[in-house]
């Protein structure tokens, strides 16, 4: 399996992004996609996960602004009322039946004015 990730980059706070990510290859092997984060000194964190069971897992931080939507192999973040705070490498994220994991290529995303 190999995620692509797409979107990203910069925008103004209050503003709005979308991430998506699609995998490819043995498909059917997948249970988890989502998206992790790591900021300039920070650890890398969850921003928000979906499974092939339709159950979905918020940050904290990402409750109420981002949503996460999965369409079989592709998933999509919506990321509203962006803040500075969110400026991190995003990175697309799958988990397999298996429990084995693979992560994508990660995307800058920039909130500054």
């Known amino acids: 399996v190999q995620l692509q990730a797409s979107g990203g980059g910069l925008v103004q706070p209050g503003g709005f992004l979308d991430l998506s990510c699609a995998a490819s290859?043995?498909?059917?092997?997948?249970?988890?996609m989502g998206w992790y984060r790591q900021a300039p000194g920070k650890q890398r964190e969850l921003v928000a996960v979906?499974?092939?069971?339709?159950k979905t897992t918020y940050a904290d931080s990402a409750k109420g602004r981002f949503t996460i939507s999965r369409d079989n192999a592709k998933v999509t973040l919506r990321m509203n009322s962006l803040k500075p705070e969110d400026t991190a490498v995003y990175s697309c994220?799958?988990?397999?039946?298996?429990?084995?994991?693979?992560w994508g290529q990660g995307t800058q995303v920039t909130v500054s004015s």
């Open positions: 290859g043995d498909i059917a092997i997948i249970n988890v």
């Open positions: 994220y799958s988990q397999f039946w298996s429990g084995a994991e693979v």
């Open positions: 979906a499974t092939t069971g339709g």
